[in-house]
């Protein structure tokens, strides 16, 4: 009895698959054939799906299930289906694959601009120490050191009726007296408002066309047209030069010049330097003219390691590693 069941059990298992064969088999033949789509994972990101018709839907992802492909629709927000057959999947791919260059190549593009934009950033905001940048604003800094530690300090231009709103840009005046007279540039005080605590310490000035009035100068010029002058205390005063004019009309300076050397540093910027330690006492950078003259505006400052701290010194700051592009997307338009 156990033989006959067991025989049973195994002819009906049998014919159960057989069934089952002839039922599901032609079902799965009429299935459409997918094409071999790649994986998920491996796909370009899909933005727009293309039907045979020429027409298109634009989604956010899909997926297939079976003979039906669900979207993601980015115009309804919400999900839809259509026919696979319908699908023009190899332009689609075509599509994905173009979209994905195009944003890389835009990647490339904007990480091109901001590596320009940031080499002449570079170039109009040079780093003079560690953590202390020329700003683009233009104008004469002094940079000096303090207990140990750099400092950028702004030189203002000193002398009769300047405007104190144009420190970005240089004023000019000339002196330029009749025959027979003399005439002296004078700055009221004993001590000019920035002191350097070091002998050597390094100006930088912005050659720039805006000045009034402006100038054609350039970075090799400025050692022709700037020179550092000792000052002479009299009468509570530091005077910067005399120019003396005689009956026949020759000019004679008595300007106490100190050697100076110029070197370009990047861009409209340009170092002034004295060619020798600095003897305590003050001091002016002062412009010369076409024809001997002398800018009767001129930048002050002293030479004293005992000074005080100057006010508004600009100090290090840390630096903060440049971040990567990020790119933004846009709304109300379609995303490729």
């Not at 003979?67 to 599509?95: C, G, I, K, M, N």
């Not at 004019?245 to 170092?271: C, H, L, P, Y």
């Not at 002398?294 to 006010?311: M, Q, S, Y």
């Amino acid at each position: 009895m156990f033989v006959c069941f067991h025989l049973w059990f195994r002819s009906f298992f049998w014919l159960r698959l057989f069934v089952a064969y002839v039922l599901v088999l032609p079902g799965i033949a009429a299935l459409p054939a997918l094409e071999n789509p790649r994986p998920a994972q491996q796909q370009p990101k899909v933005r727009r799906l293309i039907l045979k018709d020429g027409s298109y839907e634009l989604i956010s992802k899909y997926e297939i299930r079976g003979d039906r492909v669900r979207y993601l629709s980015s115009e309804r927000h919400q999900w839809e289906e259509a026919p696979y057959s319908l699908v023009d999947w190899p332009a689609t791919e075509r599509f994905a694959r173009e979209a994905a260059s195009e944003r890389q190549s835009g990647i490339r593009q904007l990480r091109e601009n901001e590596a320009r934009e940031r080499a002449e950033e570079d170039a109009n905001t040079p780093v003079v120490s560690p953590g202390i940048r020329l700003p683009d604003t233009g104008g004469v800094f002094l940079l000096d050191t303090f207990q140990g530690k750099p400092e950028l300090n702004q030189l203002r231009q000193n002398g009769a009726d300047v405007n104190k709103n144009t420190a970005g840009n240089i004023v000019r005046a000339a002196i330029n007296p009749f025959a027979g007279s003399k005439q002296s540039i004078e700055l009221k005080g004993t001590r000019a408002a920035i002191q350097s605590h070091v002998a050597t310490p390094f100006i930088y000035l912005a050659m720039d066309s805006s000045g009034d009035p402006p100038t054609d100068y350039t970075p090799e010029m400025v050692k022709e047209h700037f020179r550092i002058v000792r000052c002479e205390e009299k009468k509570g005063n530091r005077t910067v030069g005399i120019l003396n004019i005689s009956v026949s009309g020759k000019a004679k300076d008595q300007v106490n010049f100190v050697e100076t050397t110029a070197e370009a540093v990047s861009g409209r910027w340009v170092k002034v330097t004295a060619g020798a330690p600095l003897q305590t006492g003050e001091y002016a950078l002062v412009e010369l003219l076409e024809k001997d003259r002398i800018n009767a505006f001129v930048w002050d400052f002293g030479v004293n390691p005992d000074a005080p701290a100057n006010v508004d010194a600009r100090k290090q700051e840390a630096t903060k590693p440049r971040q990567p592009p990020v790119l933004q997307k846009r709304k109300g338009k379609e995303v490729r």
